[in-house]
Structures are given as C-alpha cells and as structure tokens.
C-alpha cells in the first residue's frame, strides 16, 4: 500500500468545492482544510506506485480552483492510534 500525502492550493474561494471534488477520485481516503501556506492535506492510500502519476497530476491538480499541488510519498507510518487501537481490545465501554 503506497500513503500520499498531497498538499494543495487553491484559490480562495473554492477550498471547499475544491476538497468535496477530491473526495469523489479513487484513492483520496481525507481531505483536511488546514492552516499555513497550503488550503488542503489530501490523503491518498493506493496499492500501487503507478496510479500515483494518475491521480495527482490528471486528477487532483486539474480539480478547479487548484492552483498547485505538492506531493509526499511516505515510506513509514507510525501511529499511536493503531497502537491504541490494538491495546484496547476487550476493554470496550
């Protein structure tokens, strides 16, 4: 499983139209609208490196509004909440 992170910009009056846009493409799990430079954090989980030339510049870039687009590939996750997850079995309210 290959983890995008996808920092965008967009104009100001469309983060909104922009994140509900990026929610419908195929691989896009989150979309945050966030503070600083940057309008969106969109979350991309697929299963393979390829679709990524796909998704970012012909799909998420072209969604109107974007005016850019920068992309992360994680190599590692670290996550307390899966960590928390598994620890809590059992022990449900």
């Known amino acids: 499983m290959v983890t995008a992170?996808?920092?965008v910009r967009t104009e100001r009056e469309r983060v909104q139209e922009a994140a509900q846009a990026m929610l419908e493409?195929?691989?896009?799990t989150e979309v945050y609208?966030?503070?600083?430079?940057?309008d969106l954090v969109v979350m991309?989980?697929?299963p393979d490196f390829d679709?990524?030339?796909?998704?970012?510049?012909?799909?998420?870039?072209?969604v109107p509004g974007v005016d850019r687009t920068e992309t992360l590939v994680a190599?590692?996750?670290y996550s307390n909440y899966d960590l928390d997850r598994v620890w809590s079995l059992g022990f449900e309210e």
């Not at 493409?25 to 896009?28: F, L, M, P, R, T």
């Open 33 to 38: 609208s966030v503070t600083g430079p940057n």
């Open 75 to 77: 190599f590692r996750c």
């Open 25 to 28: 493409v195929e691989g896009v």
């Open 44 to 46: 991309v989980r697929i």
């Open 51 to 62: 679709r990524l030339a796909e998704i970012v510049p012909e799909k998420l870039a072209q």
């Open 5 to 7: 992170i996808v920092l």
